[in-house]
């Protein structure tokens, strides 16, 4: 199994930091890629944060309403691969 890293990408220019307003998924759930993981708030616009991999999610490091800075490590996903 190969350990998937989900950041918080930079969707503008200006973006510095991002807030986790709501998580569609939880710890033990299954994902695809593409798939919304969770919404966040960046510079007061909401944002998707989709799945980079297809797998199962391990970790939620960032709970909901806590801030983190741009390509912080947010949840852990698990692979087949």
Not at 40 to 47: C, D, G, R
Request: aromatic fraction near 2%.
């Amino acid at each position: 199994m190969a350990r998937v890293e989900v950041l918080l990408p930079q969707w503008g220019m200006g973006m510095s930091e991002g807030t986790i307003i709501e998580w569609h998924k939880a710890v033990g759930d299954s994902v695809t890629e593409d798939e919304p993981l969770a919404e966040v708030e960046a510079e007061k616009v909401e944002e998707t944060l989709e799945s980079p991999a297809t797998g199962t999610i391990t970790e939620i490091l960032i709970p909901v309403d806590q801030t983190v800075e741009v390509r912080t490590v947010v949840a852990i996903i698990e692979t087949a691969d």
